[in-house]
């Protein structure tokens, strides 16, 4: 039997286990996992690692930011960026904006992305209405169609629901079969701390971090818990910053719960202090929930080693430093408030993971797999076509040289964003390879091809991870 291709000479990753052998390539699928396999183009890649291609399930890009503000990634920049990190596939989050219905926005939003990305995409809804349209008609039909999870925030003025709210959008995931993701943080108690601390004259960048203490997230995610335990549904936690979130997690699991867990390398790597650099710099780091401490860093690695966290994502949210559209926006200067929220990260997430989990001893290639492509196709209803190295599958493969040593540098990166919080991070470990669907889509860094990246329809999610 003959393939397009054969990936020959790579030690072979999955969630399960790992192996050597080729892997041979046919109509962009995984057609045999053996030996001397024949094919069209041989890659020869002796002394590599393959492992699934990345799926990142929490990315903003392209998405609605505010009057002035913009994002600094678009479909093109944001799945080129992905692809040179080693992902072949991304969830950003379609955003309705003010006085648009949900499939009105899901409709422009594919428009922006079809034809215009070098991974595969698929998007996550975010419920900011629950009007009788939207939990009556266009969330259970956008479901139906393929949409399959969505997010609903607890905090930011404009976006946070009520608990009544949430427990009405709990009530249709349960209905339909959706997941329901919760950014868990006190809008209340984030206001109140605030107002506080701008009356005190507590302005800068570091305070985004002081007015959103580890008890407004774990409040949050203790709450989150409950309304789901109420409406009887499973639920994924997101970017889960700190040991006190992850032990209510934890609690809750032990309780028989549902609970899935995200964390991201924000969470790992930074912390607030980095928020309180010199002049406007700290505007950098600004995010929610806000790095923390160096000592929530190995509360947080316990729970990427011993499975509390199912999923390690970016939560990459790009803006500029340097552009009166990204961080320094009109009155960001003179508070906090108005730092546009997010930082860049797609590119760097596995890179990242790798070298301080693998190449450290902390996981496994078979752990780093699960968190950073299998769980993410289960979860979210891609699983098995994305998300594994097995016969039948996508051939979403990212090839990587477990030696290659060098920092992170906002020179070699492919995002939008004009800095990235890890600059001179050093790094043993990085990609040299992406394919997306039998076709190299980066190589050694660099991005090859067109775009050719689809956007894909989703099952139900893998509750049984």
């Known amino acids: 039997?003959?393939?397009?291709?054969?990936?020959?000479?790579?030690?072979?990753?999955?969630a399960s286990g790992t192996t050597h052998c080729d892997i041979g390539i046919t109509d962009g699928k995984i057609a045999t996992l053996g030996s001397s396999l024949k094919g069209t183009e041989t890659i020869e890649a002796g002394g590599l690692i393959?492992?699934?291609?990345?799926?990142?399930?929490?990315?903003?890009?392209?998405?609605?930011?505010?009057?002035?503000?913009?994002?600094?990634?678009?479909?093109?920049?944001?799945?080129?960026?992905?692809?040179?990190?080693?992902?072949?596939?991304?969830?950003?989050?379609?955003?309705?904006?003010?006085g648009q219905t949900l499939r009105e926005a899901v409709a422009a939003y594919r428009a922006r992305a079809d034809g215009n990305c070098m991974t595969d995409v698929s998007f996550h809804l975010i419920v900011r209405e629950t009007d009788p349209v939207t939990l009556g008609q266009d969330l259970p039909a956008l479901i139906q169609a393929g949409?399959?999870?969505?997010?609903?925030?607890?905090?930011?003025?404009?976006?946070?629901?009520?608990?009544?709210?949430?427990?009405?959008v709990m009530a249709v995931a349960k209905e339909q079969g959706a997941m329901v993701m919760v950014h868990a943080e006190n809008e209340d108690a984030i206001e109140f701390l605030r107002d506080r601390a701008e009356r005190?004259?507590?302005?800068?960048?570091?305070?985004?971090?002081?007015?959103?203490?580890?008890?407004?997230?774990?409040?949050?995610?203790?709450?989150?818990?409950?309304?789901?335990?109420?409406?009887?549904?499973?639920?994924?936690?997101?970017?889960?910053?700190?040991?006190?979130?992850?032990?209510?997690?934890?609690?809750?699991?032990?309780?028989?719960?549902?609970?899935?867990?995200?964390?991201?390398?924000?969470?790992?790597?930074?912390?607030?202090?980095?928020?309180?650099?010199?002049?406007?710099?700290?505007?950098?780091?600004?995010?929610?929930?806000?790095?923390?401490?160096?000592?929530?860093?190995?509360?947080?690695?316990?729970?990427?080693?011993?499975?509390?966290?199912d999923l390690f994502s970016s939560d990459h949210c790009p803006f500029r430093f340097n552009d009166p559209a990204g961080k320094d926006a009109p009155g960001a200067r003179k508070t906090f408030r108005n730092i546009p929220n997010g930082i860049p990260g797609v590119e760097t997430r596995l890179p990242i993971l790798f070298?301080?989990?693998?190449?450290?001893?902390?996981?496994?290639?078979?752990?780093?797999?699960?968190?950073?492509?299998?769980?993410?196709?289960?979860?979210?209803?891609?699983?098995?076509?994305?998300?594994?190295?097995?016969?039948?599958?996508?051939?979403?493969?990212?090839?990587?040289?477990?030696?290659?040593?060098k920092p992170i540098r906002q020179a070699d990166l492919h995002h939008g964003s004009d800095y990235t919080p890890w600059e001179g991070f050093e790094v043993t470990g990085w990609p040299v390879r992406t394919i997306l669907r039998g076709n190299t889509v980066m190589l050694d860094g660099a991005p090859i091809g067109s775009p050719s990246g689809t956007h894909l329809e989703r099952e139900a999610p893998d509750v049984l991870l």
């Open 147 to 168: 949409y399959t999870s969505f997010k609903v925030f607890m905090t930011y003025a404009g976006l946070a629901l009520s608990d009544r709210q949430i427990l009405e």
């Open 355 to 405: 070298s301080e989990g693998v190449v450290k001893g902390r996981i496994s290639l078979e752990r780093f797999a699960a968190i950073t492509a299998t769980n993410h196709a289960r979860l979210y209803g891609l699983y098995p076509r994305k998300g594994a190295i097995m016969v039948g599958a996508d051939a979403d493969i990212a090839l990587w040289d477990p030696a290659l040593r």
């Open 1 to 14: 039997m003959s393939h397009d291709t054969v990936i020959t000479g790579a030690r072979v990753v999955s």
């Open 200 to 309: 005190a004259g507590e302005t800068g960048p570091f305070h985004h971090a002081t007015t959103r203490p580890v008890p407004v997230e774990r409040e949050a995610t203790h709450r989150a818990i409950s309304l789901a335990e109420i409406a009887g549904v499973p639920l994924t936690i997101v970017h889960v910053s700190n040991g006190e979130a992850t032990e209510e997690i934890m609690r809750a699991r032990q309780r028989g719960l549902t609970v899935f867990a995200e964390t991201c390398p924000q969470y790992i790597t930074l912390t607030a202090s980095d928020l309180d650099r010199d002049g406007f710099d700290g505007a950098k780091y600004v995010c929610s929930p806000p790095p923390r401490t160096v000592e929530e860093w190995p509360k947080i690695w316990a729970g990427i080693e011993q499975g509390t966290f």
């Open 50 to 98: 393959a492992l699934p291609g990345g799926i990142d399930s929490h990315v903003h890009i392209s998405q609605p930011s505010g009057p002035g503000i913009e994002m600094a990634d678009d479909f093109t920049s944001g799945t080129r960026s992905a692809a040179c990190g080693g992902n072949t596939t991304i969830l950003p989050f379609c955003l309705p904006e003010e």
